[in-house]
C-alpha cells in the first residue's frame, strides 16, 4: 500500500464491497452507523490512546492555535457522540471510514468497527461482541483464521492482590503490554531506582500540595522551548502534581517481581495457559477465582461460534498497543496479518462523560487486510 493511495475503480469496488458486507452483519444485530469528522481535537487522543498511538497522530494547528489532528482511531469519536447524544444505554453503534497514523507503508487505512456501550453483563457482552467480529470477518470472505486473547483484567487483580506498593500498581498495569519496557521498569522498581522522569516525580513527592504548582513551573521554564509530548502546559502541570501525591519509591519484593514475570510469560492453547495461570497465583487464589473463571467463560462462549479451540492461543501479555483496553482483548489473525481485534475498555466512557460505571467493549476490522487476506487464501 502506497503512503499516499489513489483509489482506482476496482479498489474502491473491492473496499465498498467488504464495507457493506462487514456493515451488513453490524446492521442486522442492531448496531446503528455512524461517521465521526476526520479532523478531530488533539487532546481527544491524546490522553487516551497512550504513547504508542501519541506518536503516530498527525497533528497540525488551525489559524486560532487549537490542535488538531486527523483520526487515528475511530472508537473515541464514536463513543464520545453517544455520551454527547444523551442516548440511552445499552447502545450500539457501528462505522466504516478511513484512519490516519504513522506507520510503515501507508498513513492512512480504511477502518469498519462495533462498539457495544452500556450493557450491564459484562459476560454477554464480551461473547456478543467475539461472535460479531466472527461473523463480520467471514462476511468479508476470510475463513482461515486464527485467534489471540488476552486480559488486562486478569494483571490488574493480580497487581491489586500482590504487596505491591500503592503507588507502582497503577504504573505497572498501564505498562505492562510495553514489551521491553515494563521488564526494565520492573527491574528497577526491584533495585529501587527510577528514570530521569520518576526521579523528578520523586523530588516532587516531599512538597506539600500548595507548593507543587509553583516548582513544576519553575520546573517547565527552566527546560525552555523543549518539545511538550503534545499535552498543554496546565496538562503537565496537572499530571504531575497528581503522580507527586503518590509519594516516593520504594523497593518492589524480588518474589513479587517474580511472579509477576512469570505470569507474564504464560503463552500458549488456552486450557493449558489458564492452568498455568491457576498454579502461578495459588498465593492469591481466592481473589483469581472470579477473573479466571470468566475466562474460562469467554473461551467455553467460543465454541458456539464455530471457533476451532486448537486455533485460539492464550497470551498473557497481549494488551492490544491502546491504553484505553482494561479487559478482555482479542485478534483475529491470517497468514497475511492481523485482520481485526478489539476488546474491553471499561474506563474510557467515563473519561469522555459518561456515568461511572457505564461499560464499553468493541471491534474493530482492518478492511484493506481482509481483502489482502482474501485474495491470498
Not at 464495507?19 to 452483519?25: H, K, S, T
Not at 512538597?207 to 527546560?223: G, H, R, V, Y
Not at 507474564?264 to 491457576?278: D, F, H, Q, T
Request: proline fraction near 6%; hydrophobic fraction near 40%; charged fraction near 25%.
Amino acid at each position: 500500500m502506497p503512503s499516499f493511495p489513489t483509489y482506482g475503480p476496482d479498489e474502491i469496488a473491492a473496499l465498498d464491497g467488504v464495507a457493506n458486507a462487514v456493515l451488513g452483519v453490524f446492521g442486522a444485530k442492531g448496531y446503528t452507523r455512524h461517521e465521526p469528522a476526520i479532523l478531530q481535537p488533539a487532546h481527544l487522543f491524546v490522553d487516551r490512546s497512550g504513547e504508542d498511538i501519541r506518536r503516530r497522530t498527525f497533528e497540525l494547528t488551525d489559524p486560532s492555535g487549537q490542535e488538531l489532528c486527523l483520526r487515528p482511531d475511530l472508537t473515541i469519536p464514536t463513543c464520545k457522540w453517544q455520551v454527547e447524544s444523551g442516548n440511552p444505554y445499552p447502545a450500539r453503534l457501528c462505522y466504516h471510514g478511513p484512519a490516519f497514523r504513522h506507520q510503515p507503508g501507508a498513513g492512512q487505512f480504511w477502518q469498519a468497527g462495533a462498539e457495544l456501550l452500556g450493557l450491564p453483563d459484562r459476560a454477554a457482552g464480551d461473547a456478543e461482541m467475539m461472535g460479531l467480529a466472527a461473523e463480520a470477518v467471514r462476511a468479508g470472505g476470510v475463513n482461515n483464521f486464527s485467534m489471540i486473547v488476552g486480559d488486562l483484567g486478569l494483571f490488574n487483580t493480580l497487581i491489586d492482590a500482590l504487596d505491591v506498593p500503592a503507588q507502582w500498581r497503577g504504573r505497572l498495569k498501564r505498562h505492562v503490554w510495553r514489551t521491553g519496557y515494563f521488564e526494565k521498569l520492573l527491574a528497577r522498581m526491584v533495585a529501587g531506582e527510577g528514570s530521569d522522569a520518576e526521579r523528578t516525580v520523586d523530588k516532587l513527592a516531599g512538597l506539600k500540595l500548595m507548593e507543587l504548582k509553583p516548582t513544576i513551573e519553575n520546573m517547565i521554564d527552566a527546560a525552555g522551548d523543549a518539545p511538550l509530548g503534545g499535552r498543554t502546559r496546565d496538562e503537565i502541570i496537572e499530571r504531575l502534581t497528581l503522580q507527586a501525591c503518590e509519594g516516593e519509591s520504594v523497593r518492589l519484593d524480588a518474589d513479587v517481581a517474580d511472579l509477576i514475570s512469570e505470569f507474564l510469560k504464560v503463552s500458549g492453547p488456552c486450557e493449558e495457559a489458564l492452568e498455568r495461570l491457576r498454579a502461578l497465583t495459588k498465593p492469591v487464589a481466592v481473589k483469581m477465582l472470579k477473573p479466571l473463571s470468566a475466562m474460562a467463560d469467554r473461551l467455553h462462549a467460543l465454541k458456539s461460534m464455530d471457533i476451532d479451540p486448537a486455533r485460539v492461543r492464550f497470551v498473557a501479555h497481549f494488551g492490544r498497543n491502546l491504553e484505553y483496553y482494561t479487559g478482555f482483548v482479542f485478534e483475529f489473525w491470517t497468514h497475511s496479518g492481523e485482520v481485526a481485534g478489539g476488546g474491553r475498555y471499561d474506563t474510557l466512557m467515563e473519561t469522555l462523560g459518561a456515568p461511572r460505571g457505564t461499560t464499553a467493549v468493541g471491534c474493530a476490522i482492518r478492511t484493506e487486510r481482509l481483502i489482502a487476506a482474501r485474495a491470498a487464501q
